[in-house]
C-alpha cells in the first residue's frame, strides 16, 4: 500500500470515527429532557424565528443543551415547517425533538371564557376587558362601532351574543370571541325560529328574541320559563302591556339603584312596557338557549298573569281575581298592579 492509499484510508477512517463519535453525541444531547418540574407553559411570539426562541428558552433554563445547538438542530429540520407563534405546554420528559415538533404542530394552549345567560351587552364589553390573556382591540371602539365591525351597522348590540364558553388562543383579538358568539346567536335563533310552535303572535327572529331576553330575566326556574312566556304571548295577542320589571329596570341604566320605586313604572323611556304597548325596542340581556326555545315552543294556556312566590318560583293566573289573590298571598308588602314580574 502506497503513501497516498494510507493517508486516504486514515482519512476515512478519521471521518468514520468523527461521524460516529459526532452522531453518539447528538443522540445523547438530543435525547436530553427540558429542564421542567411539571406542566410549563411558554409562549412562541408572533414572528419568532427559531434563534429568539432559543434565547428565550434559555433565558427560563428550560434548554437542557446549548442555544446554538437548538438553533443548530432547528435549522437542520427545517424543512419539517415553520415554528407557529402560541402558548404551549411543555411536559417532563420532552426533549428537544418533541419540543421542535411540538412547536411545529401549532398544537397551543386553549384558553376559554364563559358568558353566562342574563347578561347585558354593557358586562359582556367590560368582561372582555378584563381579560389579559387576549388582544384588546375594542377600547375605544363605540358598540354601534362594533357592530360595523361585525358587519352589522344598523343592529343593536343588545341580545345579540349567544351565553356560552368560547375557547380562544392567547393573543387572540377580543372581537373574535364576540363575531363567534354572534354567529351562534344568530343559528340558535334561526333554527329555534324554524320550529317554533306559537302560532303568528311575534312577526320576526328578532321579536322572539327580545321576549326571550325578557324570560330570561323574569325566571331562573327552568319549569316556569314556558308559563312565562305563555303569559308575555298571551298578553301580546290582546294588546296588553307586558309590565315587566326587567324591562323597565334595563331602561333606568346606571340609575337604577336596586329598588324598584313607583315612579320608576310611570318613566316614560322606551323599555317602559307599564307605559307602552308591545315589546321593547330591543332585548335586555342576552338570552340562553332554554329561553328562545320556551319562548318559541311555549305551551298553550290560559295564564295572563304571574307573582314571586319568594322562593324563586312564580305563581300563574288566568284572570285578575286569581291573580289579586296570589298577590295577597306571596306579597303581602307588595305593590298591587294587573301584572307582576317574578323577579325584578
Not at 91 to 105: A, T, V
Not at 120 to 132: G, H, I
Not at 166 to 174: C, Q, R, S
Not at 253 to 258: L, N, Q, T, V
Request: positive net charge.
Amino acid at each position: 500500500m502506497n503513501l497516498i492509499n494510507k493517508i486516504l484510508l486514515a482519512a476515512v477512517f478519521a471521518v468514520v470515527l468523527f461521524s460516529s463519535s459526532l452522531a453518539v453525541y447528538l443522540k445523547r444531547e438530543l435525547s436530553r429532557p427540558l429542564i421542567v418540574l411539571g406542566s410549563t407553559f411558554f409562549e412562541v411570539k408572533r414572528g419568532a424565528t427559531i434563534g429568539s426562541v432559543a434565547n428565550a428558552l434559555a433565558e427560563l433554563d428550560l434548554l437542557p443543551v446549548s442555544s446554538r445547538l437548538f438553533r443548530y438542530y432547528g435549522g437542520f429540520t427545517g424543512r419539517n415547517g415553520p415554528i407557529r407563534a402560541g402558548e404551549y405546554q411543555l411536559l417532563p420528559g420532552m426533549d428537544i425533538r418533541d419540543l421542535l415538533q411540538l412547536f411545529r404542530s401549532g398544537k397551543v394552549r386553549q384558553r376559554h371564557i364563559t358568558f353566562p345567560e342574563g347578561w347585558t351587552f354593557k358586562r359582556w364589553r367590560d368582561y372582555l376587558a378584563e381579560n389579559q390573556d387576549l388582544e384588546q382591540t375594542l377600547e375605544s371602539v363605540t358598540d354601534s362601532g362594533l357592530m360595523k365591525l361585525l358587519g352589522k351597522p344598523r343592529l343593536h348590540p343588545e341580545g345579540q351574543f349567544f351565553p356560552d364558553t368560547y375557547h380562544y388562543t392567547k393573543g387572540e383579538a377580543d372581537i373574535e370571541i364576540l363575531r363567534r358568539a354572534h354567529q351562534k346567536m344568530k343559528s340558535i335563533v334561526a333554527a329555534q325560529w324554524q320550529t317554533r310552535t306559537i302560532g303568528e303572535v311575534l312577526s320576526s327572529p328578532y321579536e322572539a328574541l327580545i321576549l326571550a331576553s325578557i324570560v330570561e330575566k323574569e325566571t331562573g326556574f327552568p319549569s316556569d320559563r314556558s308559563p312565562v312566556a305563555r303569559v308575555f304571548l298571551n298578553r301580546l295577542s290582546k294588546n296588553i302591556r307586558l309590565q315587566s320589571d326587567p324591562t323597565v329596570i334595563y331602561g333606568l341604566g346606571p340609575e337604577f339603584d336596586g329598588n324598584l320605586r313607583r315612579s320608576h313604572l310611570k318613566d316614560g323611556h322606551p323599555y317602559n312596557t307599564y307605559v307602552h304597548e308591545a315589546l321593547p325596542p330591543t332585548p335586555i340581556c342576552m338570552p340562553g338557549k332554554a329561553a328562545i326555545a320556551a319562548t318559541l315552543h311555549a305551551e298553550p294556556s290560559g295564564y295572563h298573569f304571574f307573582v314571586a312566590r319568594g322562593d324563586g318560583s312564580s305563581q300563574f293566573s288566568v284572570n285578575l281575581d286569581e291573580h289579586n289573590e296570589a298577590v295577597r298571598r306571596y306579597q303581602k308588602q307588595g305593590r298591587t298592579n294587573n301584572y307582576r314580574s317574578s323577579r325584578p
